[in-house]
């Protein structure tokens, strides 16, 4: 089992920057990607942003490419999301998703383990 532990949400305005933490413990070398999902009352989960645990290959939606850096930090199996140029639009819980397959992450919502998710609101 991974267990994954998500901090960093808050009430922020348009046009700041946030950054969520997500630090994985337990059986954290069988994972292959860690990423961020979203998600709002009403609406599907969407995916955010990836990151391959082994090489750092990283994988963006088009709706935060270019606002938002996804990166790892190996010695604390920690993984973090830089979010920057916020919008009313990000407003959404964002929770933490790891898998061994890199497919299941970036093409499905069935990730094996997830945390229990942090909300971040951007006011404009």
């Known amino acids: 089992q991974v267990q994954l532990a998500e901090s960093g949400g808050g009430l922020v305005q348009a046009g700041d920057s946030l950054r969520l933490s997500c630090t994985a413990s337990?059986?954290?070398?069988?994972?292959?990607?860690i990423g961020w999902f979203r998600q709002v009352p009403g609406k599907e989960r969407e995916f955010v942003a990836a990151?391959?645990?082994?090489?750092?290959?990283?994988y963006y939606a088009d709706s935060v490419k270019g606002r938002c850096t996804i990166f790892r930090d190996n010695a604390k199996n920690t993984m973090y999301l830089q979010m920057n140029t916020l919008k009313p639009e990000d407003t959404a819980v964002y929770y933490c998703?790891?898998?061994?397959?890199?497919?299941?992450?970036?093409?499905?919502?069935?990730?094996?383990?997830w945390g229990q998710g942090t909300q971040v609101r951007v006011s404009s």
């Open positions: 998703v790891a898998d061994e397959d890199i497919r299941v992450v970036l093409t499905t919502t069935r990730g094996k383990y």
């Open positions: 337990g059986r954290t070398f069988s994972v292959e990607t």
């Open positions: 990151i391959s645990w082994k090489d750092g290959n990283t």
